[in-house]
C-alpha cells in the first residue's frame, strides 16, 4: 500500500522562514538595533516551529478521516531541480511522523537557543553576524530533515557542515578556535564521501533517490543480508559517523566546545550531530536488509558510549564533559539503532535534545557569571547565588542519569531493554550500555557537586560578580527544566502503565513494524519479572552513580586525588582522551601534511605542473626572439628571404 500523499503548500515556509531571517540580517544587520537583530532572529525559528505544529496537528488528524495509519504525509513540491538521464530530484519536502518530531524538536529547541542567545551575546562586536549564522544553521538542518529525497537531504546535510565551521570557529580572531572549526569541516568531509557514494550506490541500484520509493523498491531489488546492501549502509554510516560524532571520528566534537556556548548548545542537542541518527532512521529498510551493517552499528555505538564516558569522568572544563556526555548519548542512539529499535533511538534524541540544551545553557549561564571561567575546580558554591540555573541544570543532570521519572529514564532505559531483548542485541551490548549509564550518573553528578556544591573556589574579584542570569537567558532554561521532566511521558511503556505512544507513532514508518522487510520477531514475551528486573537495574546502576559521586566529591574529596596518584598512568591515560588526537596526528595528519607538501606541491605542483607551464612560456618567448630577428627592418633582408621562399615553394612543385 502506497504512502498517502497529501498536498500542503505551507511546508515551504518551515524551510523558508529562518533563510529569509538569515538574509534579512545579513543585509540589513549591521544597522539594526542589537534587540531587533535578535528578534527577528529568534521570531523567524519561532514561525517554524508554529508552522511545523500545525503541520502535525494536520498530518494527526489524517488517520482519524478513514486515511488509516499507513504513513500518510504532507508534501510540498517546489520545483524540478535535475533531470539528468534516469536522475530526476526535485526541491521537495515531506513531513511525515519522523520529520514531525524532528521539525518539532530542531525549531522548537533552537528557538529557544535564539532567545537565549539574545541575552547570552549581547555585549558581542560581531552579534548580527552570529544570528545570521545560526538562522543559516536551522535553515540546513531543516532543509535535511524535511527533503523527499537523499539528494535534497544531502544539501542540508553539507550545510550544516559549513554552518558548524562558521560557528564553531566564530571568535577567529584566536587561532586556537579557528583550528577547531578547521577540524570539524574537516573530519566531516571525510565521513561525507562516504555518505556521498552511498548516495550514487543508491541510485544506481535503485534508480531512485526519492525515501519513499527507496523503501517501496529496496526490499523487492536488494537481497537481504547480500554485499550490496551491506557496502551501501557501510558508507551511509561512515557519512553517520562523522556528523554524529561517533569513533573514529568523533573528534571534532569536543573542540567544537571553541565556538560561544549557545552554538554549543544547537550543535550538540537539536541539531548537526543528530543528523546521522536520523538518517539511519530514515533509511530504516536499507538497514534491515543488512544486518551485518545493523551490527557494526550497534558496535560502534556501544563503543562510543563507554569510550566517552570514561573520558568524561575526569575532564575539568565544565564544557569538555558535557561535550564528551554528547558522545556518549549518541552511542546510545547508535546502538538503540543497531539492534533495530529505531523507535528508541529517535525517542533518546528528543529527550536527550531537551536536557542536553538545557546542559550546555546551563553552562553558558555558568561561564556568564564566572566572567568566562570554565574550570569547574575553580567554581563551587554556585547554588545559593544561582538558584535558577541550578535547580534546572540539576533536571537536566537527573534526566541524563536515567533517574525516573525524569525524560532521560523512559528513552534510555528502553534503549537497555532493547539491547537485552532483541535478537540483533546481545547481553554484551546490554552489559556495554549498562556501565556506560553508571559511569554518566558519576561524573555527571561530579559536575554538579563541583560547580554548584561546597565551598566556592573562585578568586575574590570573580565571587563578587557571581549574580543569576538574566531573564533572556533564563527562561529557556526553565522551559527546557520542564521538557525534562515530563518529555518522556510520551514513551512511558506498557510495563510502567503507559501505552508507549511515541513507538507506535512512529511504527507505521519502520520496516520492521509495518512488514515491508521481514525480520526475525525474536522473543517477544519475556516474563514482566525480568523487565521490572532490568528496570530495577537501570536505576540501580544511576543511584550508584550519583553516590559514587557524593563520596568522591562531597564526603571525601581527597579521594580523587588519592586515586590518582595510585595509577598516575591510567589517570593521565584517560585525562588525556587515550592520545587519540596525539595518534591521529603523528600517524595520518602529519603524513598527510608531508605527502602534501613534498610529492604533491613540490614535486607535482611545483615540478611537474609549474614545469609545464614555464616550458611552454620559455617556448614561445624563444620563439618571439628568432621571429624579432627576422623583423630587423632591413629591406634587402625581406627581398632575400621573399627569394628564398620564392625558390623553396617553386622547388617543392618541381619535386
Not at 41 to 59: D, M, P, R
Not at 458 to 469: F, R, V
Not at 507 to 521: F, H, I, K, T, Y
Not at 561 to 566: F, N, S
Request: with cysteine; hydrophobic share 55%; charged share 10%.
Amino acid at each position: 500500500m502506497e504512502p498517502l500523499a497529501v498536498q500542503y503548500d505551507i511546508l515551504r515556509w518551515i524551510v523558508l522562514s529562518p533563510l529569509l531571517g538569515a538574509v534579512v540580517i545579513s543585509l540589513l544587520g549591521r544597522t539594526l538595533p542589537r534587540k531587533l537583530t535578535g528578534t527577528i532572529a529568534s521570531a523567524a525559528v519561532g514561525v517554524s516551529f508554529f508552522i511545523g505544529l500545525a503541520a502535525f496537528i494536520k498530518l494527526k488528524g489524517l488517520a482519524g478521516h478513514g486515511h488509516g495509519e499507513q504513513a500518510a504525509f504532507l508534501s510540498d513540491t517546489l520545483y524540478r531541480w535535475l533531470a539528468v538521464g534516469g536522475l530526476s530530484v526535485d526541491v521537495a519536502f515531506a513531513f511525515d511522523r519522523l520529520s514531525a518530531v524532528m521539525v518539532l524538536v530542531v525549531a522548537g529547541v533552537s528557538a529557544l537557543i535564539h532567545i537565549y542567545s539574545m541575552g547570552y551575546m549581547a555585549h558581542d562586536k560581531s552579534y548580527w553576524r552570529y544570528f545570521a549564522y545560526l538562522n543559516l544553521f536551522v535553515f540546513f538542518m531543516l532543509v535535511l530533515v524535511l527533503a523527499d529525497n537523499a539528494v535534497v537531504m544531502f544539501v542540508g546535510w553539507e550545510g550544516v557542515g559549513l554552518c558548524s565551521y562558521l560557528l564553531i570557529g566564530f571568535w577567529f580572531e584566536d587561532p586556537e578556535k579557528a583550528y577547531a572549526g578547521k577540524k570539524a569541516f574537516i573530519v566531516n568531509r571525510i565521513g561525507d564521501f562516504g555518505f556521498l557514494l552511498g548516495i550514487i550506490l543508491i541510485f544506481w541500484t535503485l534508480g531512485t533517490v526519492n525515501f519513499n520509493e527507496i523503501a517501496g523498491q529496496a526490499p523487492a531489488v536488494l537481497v537481504a543480508g547480500g554485499s550490496l546492501a551491506t557496502l551501501i549502509c557501510l558508507l551511509l554510516f561512515l557519512g553517520a559517523t562523522g556528523k554524529s560524532a561517533q569513533i573514529p571520528l568523533y573528534v571534532w566534537l569536543p573542540d567544537a566546545m571553541a565556538g560561544p556556548t549557545p552554538v554549543s548548545a544547537l550543535i550538540h542537542a537539536a541539531t548537526m550531530v543528530t543528523a546521522g541518527v536520523y538518517m539511519i532512521v530514515r533509511l530504516n529498510v536499507l538497514y534491515l536488509l543488512a544486518p551485518a551493517a545493523m551490527c557494526v552499528v550497534a558496535v560502534v555505538g556501544a563503543a562510543t558510549a563507554i569510550y566517552a564516558a570514561s573520558i568524561g569522568l575526569v575532564q575539568n572544563d565544565i564544557k569538555k564533559v558535557l561535550a564528551y556526555s554528547t558522545v556518549s548519548q549518541l552511542g546510545y542512539m547508535f546502538l538503540a539503532v543497531g539492534v533495530g529499535a529505531f523507535s528508541a533511538g529517535i525517542f533518546h534524541l528528543m529527550t536527550h535534545a531537551f536536557f542536553k540544551a538545557l546542559l550546555f545553557l546551563g553552562s553558558g549561564s555558568v561561564i556568564h557569571a564566572m566572567s568566562g571561567k570554565q574550570d569547574i575546580r575553580e567554581m563551587g558554591g554556585l547554588k545559593k547565588k544561582m538558584p535558577v540555573t541550578y535547580w534546572t541544570f540539576l533536571f537536566a543532570t537527573l534526566a541524563i542519569a536515567g533517574i525516573p521519572p525524569f525524560a532521560g529514564f523512559f528513552s534510555k532505559d528502553e534503549i537497555l531493554w532493547k539491547a537485552f531483548s532483541s535478537p540483533q542485541g546481545h547481553w554484551g551490548l546490554w552489559l556495554i550500555g549498562f556501565a556506560a549509564a553508571g559511569m554518566t550518573a558519576f561524573y555527571m553528578f561530579r559536575l554538579v557537586f563541583l560547580t554548584f556544591h561546597g565551598q566556592c573556589r573562585a578568586d575574590e574579584k570573580t565571587k563578587s560578580h557571581l549574580h543569576e542570569s538574566p531573564y533572556l537567558m533564563t527562561v529557556p532554561l526553565m522551559v527546557l527544566g520542564v521538557l525534562s521532566v515530563i518529555g518522556g511521558f510520551v514513551g512511558i511503556p506498557e510495563i510502567l502503565g503507559g501505552g508507549n505512544g511515541f513507538h507506535h507513532w512512529l511504527a507505521p514508518l519502520l520496516g520492521n513494524e509495518n512488514g515491508a522487510v521481514q525480520v526475525s520477531a525474536g522473543v517477544q514475551h519475556w516474563p514482566h519479572a525480568v523487565e521490572y528486573t532490568m528496570i530495577a537495574l537501570s536505576v540501580a546502576v544511576a543511584v550508584a552513580g550519583i553516590f559514587g559521586a557524593w563520596v568522591f566529591y562531597i564526603k571525601q574529596p581527597e579521594k580523587p586525588k588519592q586515586l590518582a596518584e595510585r595509577w598516575p598512568l591510567l589517570h593521565q591515560l584517560v585525562y588525556n582522551k587515550y592520545y587519540i588526537d596525539e595518534i591521529y596526528n603523528v600517524f595520518i595528519v602529519q603524513p598527510i601534511k608531508l605527502t602534501s607538501t613534498f610529492l604533491l606541491w613540490k614535486i607535482f605542483d611545483a615540478g611537474v605542473i609549474d614545469g609545464v607551464v614555464n616550458l611552454t612560456g620559455s617556448s614561445v618567448r624563444g620563439l618571439g626572439r628568432v621571429a624579432a630577428r627576422l623583423q630587423n627592418g632591413y629591406a634587402q633582408a625581406y627581398a632575400v628571404t621573399f627569394l628564398i621562399g620564392v625558390l623553396l615553394l617553386i622547388g617543392s612543385f618541381v619535386w
